[in-house]
């Protein structure tokens, strides 16, 4: 199985802005697309919500696209819960190495579902603790 769980910023670069996304990145997310699944975090759509609120935010329709990729049942995209299992594994992803509340649900997300993590954010790249738990790819 290749599947990946994409962090916020690499599903938006991935859908909208493919150059921004490294090799490795691209490759991960496009092999887990043609595997059938690409998976996202709910709080992907919650921060992306929260950011086109932003004037610095340059994807005025991530969020709908989004929404339309993950109610599409023939798009690789599927969004995954917030569960008792993942905010078991908040406790796994120390938040001395992962100080932001979205992006520690969202590494904890990738942890309880055994996934490894598309992700740019230099805090989750650079935590041992979760590198120690999953494959993080960038």
Do not use: C
Request: aromatic residues 6%; proline residues 8%; without cysteine.
């Amino acid at each position: 199985m290749n599947f990946v769980l994409a962090d916020t910023q690499a599903i938006v670069w991935y859908l909208h802005d493919l150059p921004r996304l490294s090799r490795a990145a691209d490759v991960a997310l496009t092999a887990s697309a043609q595997a059938g699944r690409i998976y996202i975090s709910v709080v992907t759509l919650i921060e992306v919500d929260y950011l086109t609120g932003k004037k610095s935010f340059p994807y005025p329709n991530a969020l709908k696209n989004l929404f339309t990729h993950a109610a599409d049942p023939n798009s690789p995209l599927e969004v995954l819960p917030v569960t008792i299992d993942v905010a078991r594994a908040v406790g796994q992803v120390p938040k001395i190495e992962v100080p932001d509340m979205p992006d520690r649900i969202i590494a904890a997300t990738a942890v309880a579902h055994r996934l490894p993590i598309v992700s740019s954010d230099t805090d989750i790249r650079g935590s041992a603790t979760l590198k120690s738990l999953i494959p993080v790819i960038w």
